[in-house]
């Protein structure tokens, strides 16, 4: 059985092994394949595994002997979903590896927006204590988050573990789902529409998927309803914000700031207004990167891939 990996530097730059998938079959490992490549590299494999190189049904096509198509991600819209169906093609994606790894970042943001911990190391070790009259200063507004109110918009596993963060910080929770379960066991938690979170929160999280109802989410209306002391965090997916709206809305202060992690392109054109604005921390879509998450994340692909060729494939979502 010949497996094909057409992308796997991300997931693995050197210091994973490609052990399991090898013990399951011929496995050829890509770091990067172009668009133009896919079709030649892939034309014998069974199982190909993508993670953000799309695969459309004109590839498909092209490719009578591909049975299983596995997304080194959680994320699967780099597939034609109705394709795969309709060619008879399995899908499957590796949920929840990297839970942990994404909230960590979140606040990881969240304290750099609060406390500014970068630039004041910078502001030291370019002399700025040493010259101070004071035993201490400080360059920003430093703003502490027990009893400011968390927002967070999409509550699955990810949203509900920032709000136990937040919760530990002595936040207060609102959240907002497609599905509403029962959270009796929070305190200081309680549901709301978007637009009364947006309105109530000193901070938005966005830990939803990017559907044709969430795609443009943030725009600048919503923007609008925030408060102009609020940030904003975005470690799931880019195209949930208006970009240019961000930017605007960071530049005329009409929000306090924001922690990115996602842009709607990727790697961002030099142009990316955000790149640009005002009080916004961007970091390169590193929230799912931690060696433990992407171990995980390549435990998940074999078993993935060992069900599949035991007839009962898991994880699917085609």
Not at 144 to 154: C, N, P, V
Not at 166 to 185: C, E, L, P, W, Y
Not at 255 to 273: C, F, R, T, Y
């Amino acid at each position: 059985m010949k497996i094909v990996v057409i992308e796997g530097y991300s997931l693995n730059p050197g210091d994973l092994s490609w052990a399991g998938l090898e013990a399951l079959g011929t496995l050829t490992m890509y770091d990067r394949t172009p668009q133009h490549l896919i079709v030649e590299r892939c034309k014998d494999a069974e199982i190909v595994f993508t993670n953000k190189e799309p695969l459309g049904r004109n590839i498909m096509e092209r490719l009578p002997k591909l049975k299983f198509i596995g997304v080194l991600a959680t994320g699967y819209n780099c597939v034609d979903i109705a394709a795969a169906r309709d060619l008879g093609i399995v899908v499957s994606n590796v949920p929840g590896y990297g839970t942990n790894s994404v909230v960590q970042l979140s606040f990881a943001l969240l304290l750099e927006l609060t406390l500014r911990v970068q630039d004041h190391s910078n502001a030291v070790r370019n002399g700025d204590w040493s010259r101070s009259p004071d035993f201490c200063f400080w360059n920003y507004p430093l703003i502490e988050l027990s009893g400011k109110t968390m927002g967070i918009i999409g509550f699955g596993d990810i949203g509900k573990k920032v709000g136990d963060v937040a919760s530990a910080f002595g936040m207060k929770v609102i959240g907002n789902s497609r599905t509403r379960t029962d959270q009796s066991h929070r305190s200081n938690f309680r549901w709301a529409s978007v637009e009364e979170l947006l309105e109530q929160s000193d901070v938005v999280s966005l830990h939803c998927p990017l559907t044709p109802d969430t795609t443009g989410l943030i725009k600048r209306d919503n923007l609008k309803r925030m408060k102009p002391s609020a940030f904003l965090l975005n470690t799931s997916r880019g195209p949930l914000i208006v970009e240019q709206d961000l930017a605007d809305a960071l530049n005329e202060g009409v929000i306090a700031g924001a922690g990115i992690d996602v842009l709607s392109k990727e790697p961002p054109p030099p142009d990316n207004p955000l790149l640009s604005a005002k009080n916004c921390i961007i970091t390169p879509h590193i929230a799912w990167a931690t060696r433990e998450a992407r171990i995980r994340l390549m435990d998940i692909v074999v078993s993935n891939t060992k069900a599949y060729i035991g007839g009962s494939p898991v994880n699917v979502v085609s």
